[in-house]
Antibody
Framework: QVQLHEAGPGRVKPAETLSLTCSVS????????WSWIRQPPGKGLEWIGQ???????TYNPSLKSRLTVAVDTSKNQISLKLYSVSAADTAVYFC?????????????WGQGTVVSVSS | DIQMTQSPSSLSASVGDRVTITCRAS??????LSWYQQRPGKAPKLLIY???SLPNGVPSRFSGRGSGTDFTLSISSLQREDFAIYYC?????????FGPGTRLEIK
């Protein structure tokens, strides 16, 4: 059974870079598209960006200038780097798998990792 | 960007009730509409994809309808575990936007 597990620093200082990883177990990163989604405390879901099965990336325009999403096939991981963070980036960050056969719905989610931006 | 709205924002109902949640897109998304259920402290769970299809394991009391800009999620006979927040999402074009959510509470 495929599972996703996000990992991160928990706390990041303003203006620094947030680095997260999403580890895929029980399956391969290859052949799928992967997305990052975040949820600020008490709020709704925001799609951050994705990397497709060919390595191409698509980012939310609101974050595009500060964002890098990548895949490391040797580690079976997807990564996210968000630069110059502020308090507005405080959220639970989820990774998810896009299922092409499901109209690109997100059929598999990690449990999420909490990120707090504070000094 | 395609904007997604949902109504109502919250809903109180009893076990056994039938409820319907509406989702509207700011432009046509054909049938690229998904619904997710999120329980407190948990990740969202895919309930419906392609407007009306259920993934394996999702109970048949959940159903979806619509096309273009107007969509609905219905739950035919509420169970206690259905009380949660429900989000719609379009995957027609990036950025893949979510609706603001509908909180379903026990009456």
């Amino acid at each position: 059974q495929v599972q996703l597990h996000e990992a991160g620093p928990g706390r990041v200082k303003p203006a620094e870079t947030l680095s997260l990883t999403c580890s895929v177990s029980g399956g391969s990163v290859n052949g799928y598209d992967w997305s990052w989604i975040r949820q600020p405390p008490g709020k709704g879901l925001e799609w951050i960006g994705q990397i497709n099965h060919s390595g191409g990336t698509t980012y939310n325009p609101s974050l595009k200038s500060r964002l890098t999403v990548a895949v490391d096939t040797s580690k079976n991981q997807i990564s996210l780097k968000l630069y110059s963070v502020s308090a507005a980036d405080t959220a639970v960050y989820f990774c998810a798998r896009l299922q092409a056969g499901y109209y690109d719905a997100f059929d598999l989610w990690g449990q999420g990792t909490v990120v707090s931006v504070s000094s | 960007d395609i904007q997604m709205t949902q109504s109502p924002s919250s809903l109180s109902a009893s076990v056994g009730d039938r409820v319907t949640i509406t989702c509207r897109a700011s432009q046509s998304i054909t049938t690229y509409l998904s619904w997710y259920q999120q329980r407190p402290g948990k990740a969202p769970k895919l309930l419906i994809y392609g407007t009306s299809s259920l993934p394996n394991g999702v109970p048949s009391r959940f159903s979806g309808r619509g096309s273009g800009t107007d969509f609905t999620l219905s739950i035919s006979s509420l169970q206690r575990e259905d009380f949660a927040i429900y989000y719609c999402q379009q995957t027609y074009s990036a950025p893949y936007t979510f609706g603001p959510g509908t909180r379903l509470e026990i009456k």
